[in-house]
């Protein structure tokens, strides 16, 4: 299988801005460069990903980096700096980023089913079609982010903040979102959502569509289930 390089961003050894402090990482980063493909046009093949499944990237920063497809599973990345990097197609299932700032990073179609990101800062990235059901986001900041066809079923995102975020077919199903300001956000989201803070509140339908408007969010619709 090939993916498709995304030139512009860093992937040279000496675009890290500060390395992992473990040595079984920092070892793994630097294999990725090394079988990274001279031309930043050219294919990938899985071989030639990051494979970090499971290993600690504490303090590092690792933003702007082309991470395209990078195998991140069970991952430490608590505090990690992935701000502007590219981890298109990544995975990150379960792994921990609380604290983390990923901001205007390209999230697009990652599968981070089960992650931990309290705390994190997704400020405008894009998480289009991006998979995070069952994932803990709680006081997460997702101000702007793009949501289009994104999956957050069955996750908690109490009290993050959701100010101005791009919904479309955005899957909310069982999402916790109490104490979550949404000013501004806008279009469509799958629910019932669970609106309660203490508690359980399901909304769905018109009733969830008065909840969102309430809140300065007029412009997000809701498409209710069967």
Known sequence: MGFLNHPGRGRSPSSVRR?????????????YFERLPADPVAEQTTSS????????????????????????????MNQVLLIGADLYTGWLAGA??????????????VQGRGCDARHARLYQADMQRADFAHSDFR????????????????????????????????????????????DA???????PVDVGVDSPELLDGPDLQVWFSSRGAPGVEVRQTA
Not at 19 to 31: G, K, M, N, T
Not at 96 to 109: E, I, Q, T, V
Not at 158 to 166: H, P, S
């Open 139 to 182: 006081g997460a900041d997702l101000r702007g982010a793009l949501l289009q066809r994104a999956t957050f079923s069955g996750s908690d995102l109490r009290d993050a903040d959701l100010r101005e975020c791009v919904f479309a077919r955005t899957r909310l199903s069982g999402t916790r979102v109490g104490g979550c300001p949404v």
């Open 19 to 31: 390395w992992p402090e473990d040595p079984a990482a920092h070892r793994a980063l630097s294999d």
């Open 96 to 109: 921990r980023l609380r604290g983390a700032d990923l901001s205007g990073a390209d999230l697009r179609k």
């Open 185 to 191: 956000a806008s279009g469509l989201v799958v629910g």
């Open 49 to 76: 990903l990051l494979n970090g499944r499971g290993l600690d990237f504490t303090g590092s920063d690792l933003s702007g980096l082309d991470l395209l497809g990078a195998e991140l599973s069970e991952a430490t």
